[in-house]
Structure formats: structure tokens, C-alpha cells
């Protein structure tokens, strides 16, 4: 007569049939996103760029204003609502144009903006790294909305600059999102545009 087995044989037994229920639920969530809409599989959906800027001047000071494009997909806007930090990056650089020499830099900047939900208080918060200024906005399409218009942003005292020469000026943005959650990887580990840089933005200053 055989013996009964025992737990510790059962439990053995046991784990690679739960191992593979894991698996095939992985697969079943994997084939059930793939199967829905191709943008649903990018991070952003369209061009990441910077579509307008200039430099205003006021109180001595040239200020930037400047428009992004951010076609964020519904994989972004939910990796958002789950927590998962967005971040832009804007990279400014003003040069002296020169006939016979190359380009010299009169000012470089670096500006990052973070956009994350806080659970608490269910509002998303924007803060500018740079200041440490924060917004409190309650939708995300509020805050996007927010993350994509820059305005006022000082960049360039105006005595660096005289009045006789021509200058260029330039803008970038760089779109970064922070580490996802484990609980969100099986999901959202096909997202493939975590990180992306636009091109640059150049237009003529005229002091």
C-alpha cells in the first residue's frame, strides 16, 4: 500500500501549475493589449516637438514663451493616473552669430518641469525643479495642458547682448518618465517611448 503524499510533495507539485496560471494570464493580458488599437502601444502618439518660441523682453530681462507639442497616448495617461512621474527637460542655448568664426555662446540653460499625481490629495502636481515652485491641477488633461505652454521663463539679462550683432537662439524639450511601478511592468512593459528629444527649435533674436 502506497503512503499518502506528503504536504511538502504536494506543495512541490503545486508550484509549477501555479507558475504556469501566471503565465498564461501574463500572455492573456499581453495578447489582450496588443490586440487593441496600435496606439495604445506607443508612449506618445504623433510628434514630440517644440512648435513655437520667442524671447520678450521686460524689465531688462529676456523671457521665454514657448509651445509643446505633447501627443501623450492613453499607456502615458493611465502609467500617470497610476503614479509614474512625467518629466520635461528644456535645453536653451543663445549664440553670437559669427561670419568667419564659429557660433559663441552668450547663455545656456536647463530647465525641468515634473508632473506627478499625488494620491493624497488626488490632484496632479507640476513643480519646476529649477525654483521649486509647484501648481496643484485637478485633471490631467489640465495638467498637460499646463506641462506643454512655458511662459515667462527668464533666460538672458539684456546687457550680455549688444545691440549691433545678430544672435540665434535656440530650444529643445526631453520628455522623460520615471521608473513604472511593479505592479504596472506586466502591463506596460511594451511601451517602447519612455524617453524622447526634439529636434531643435532655432529662430533669429533682434535686440
Known amino acids: 500500500m502506497n503512503a499518502a503524499p506528503s504536504k511538502y510533495t504536494e ?3 503545486a508550484a509549477p501549475a501555479r507558475r504556469g496560471a501566471a503565465v498564461l494570464i501574463a500572455v492573456g493580458l499581453l495578447a489582450e ?3 487593441a488599437s496600435p496606439a495604445r502601444a506607443e508612449g506618445l502618439e ?3 516637438e517644440v512648435r513655437s518660441a520667442d524671447l520678450e523682453l521686460k524689465d531688462g ?6 509651445r509643446i507639442e505633447l501627443p501623450v497616448g492613453d499607456a502615458v495617461r493611465r502609467g500617470l493616473a497610476e503614479g509614474v512621474p ?3 527637460e528644456l535645453d536653451i542655448d543663445i549664440e553670437r552669430v559669427r561670419q568667419l568664426l564659429p557660433n559663441s555662446r552668450v547663455a545656456e540653460l536647463t530647465q525641468r518641469y515634473h508632473l506627478q499625481y499625488n494620491a493624497v490629495s488626488a490632484r496632479f502636481i507640476l513643480r519646476n525643479d529649477n525654483s521649486g515652485q509647484q501648481e496643484s491641477l485637478g485633471t490631467i488633461e489640465a495638467a498637460l495642458e499646463q506641462l506643454s505652454e512655458i511662459h515667462g521663463l527668464p533666460v538672458l539679462d539684456k546687457s550680455l547682448i549688444a545691440a549691433d550683432r545678430r544672435y540665434e537662439a535656440n530650444v529643445r ?3 522623460d518618465y520615471g521608473s513604472v ?3 504596472l511592468r506586466v ?9 524622447r528629444e526634439s529636434d531643435w527649435y532655432t529662430w533669429t533674436l533682434q535686440p
Open 11 to 13: 506543495s512541490r507539485q
Open 33 to 35: 493589449f496588443l490586440c
Open 46 to 48: 504623433g510628434r514630440f
Open 61 to 66: 530681462v529676456y523671457h521665454l514663451n514657448a
Open 86 to 88: 512625467l518629466s520635461i
Open 173 to 175: 524639450a526631453k520628455v
Open 181 to 183: 511601478p511593479f505592479s
Open 187 to 195: 502591463l506596460m512593459f511594451w511601451v517602447n517611448e519612455w524617453h
